[in-house]
T-cell receptor
Framework: DAKTTQPPSMDCAEGRAANLPCNHS???????VYWYRQIHSQGPQYIIH???NNETNEMASLIITEDRKSSTLILPHATLRDTAVYYC????????????FGTGTLLAVQP | EAQVTQNPRYLITVTGKKLTVTCSQN?????MSWYRQDPGLGLRQIYY???????DKGDVPEGYKVSRKEKRNFPLILESPSPNQTSLYFC???????????????FGEGSRLTVL
């Protein structure tokens, strides 16, 4: 599975959009980009995933660059409850259930 | 409500005293897995199971055992716990990846284990 690079921490003002970047320059054509988050020491929570097209669900949007070497997770209106560690993971879809977690980005939403 | 349930949530024990952390899921998932989380090391996979009676080692299996006698349960067994097994443990489950399903993992709330 390709390696990902994320900034260790970011701040965001409450009510503003939070844009979390992820670099995955060695991603293969059949690897998906997944985002999970972990609030304090709770179990990680699935947010969204995508292959090449941009994706949106009730939690967030995922923007993947055309060359697929980077992506951005967007939380459109961040709240204090969105303060968490966000993990960007790439994995071959359909081949394995295993997720390899890095150290993620600690997003601190400020009031 | 779909969930993964772990017990106990907190446990303090002593070196060498066998313990079991239970994990149960109500989503009829084939795949189950155990992770441990340590500061600076992130989440690391201990063991996983693709279905009943099918288990395999993850990245850090030493000192642990698992069993999968029923689809819903996947207990983690520490036969002789040592202080280096003090950690936060997570159980996770999902449908098997493949056939159009990308296998999103559902995690339990965690079990914080301290071995003295």
């Amino acid at each position: 599975d390709a390696k990902t690079t994320q900034p260790p921490s970011m701040d965001c003002a409450e009510g503003r959009a939070a844009n979390l970047p992820c670099n995955h320059s060695t991603i293969s054509g059949n690897e998906y980009v997944y985002w999970y988050r972990q609030i304090h020491s709770q179990g990680p929570q699935y947010i969204i995933h995508g292959l090449k097209n941009n994706e949106t669900n009730e939690m967030a949007s995922l923007i993947i660059t055309e060359d697929r070497k980077s992506s951005t997770l967007i939380l459109p209106h961040a709240t204090l409850r969105d303060t968490a560690v966000y993990y960007c993971i790439v994995r071959v879809g359909g081949a394995t259930n295993k997720l390899i977690f890095g150290t993620g980005t600690l997003l601190a939403v400020q009031p | 409500e779909a969930q993964v349930t772990q017990n106990p949530r907190y446990l303090i024990t002593v070196t060498g005293k066998k313990l079991t952390v239970t994990c149960s899921q109500n989503m009829n998932h084939e795949y189950m897995s155990w992770y441990r989380q340590d500061p600076g090391l992130g989440l690391r996979q201990i063991y996983y199971s693709m279905n009943v009676e099918v288990t395999d080692k993850g990245d850090v299996p030493e000192g642990y055992k698992v069993s999968r006698k029923e689809k819903r349960n996947f207990p983690l067994i520490l036969e002789s716990p040592s202080p280096n097994q003090t950690s936060l443990y997570f159980c996770a489950s999902s449908r098997l990846a493949g056939g159009g399903n990308t296998g999103e993992l559902f995690f339990g709330e965690g079990s914080r284990l301290t071995v003295l």
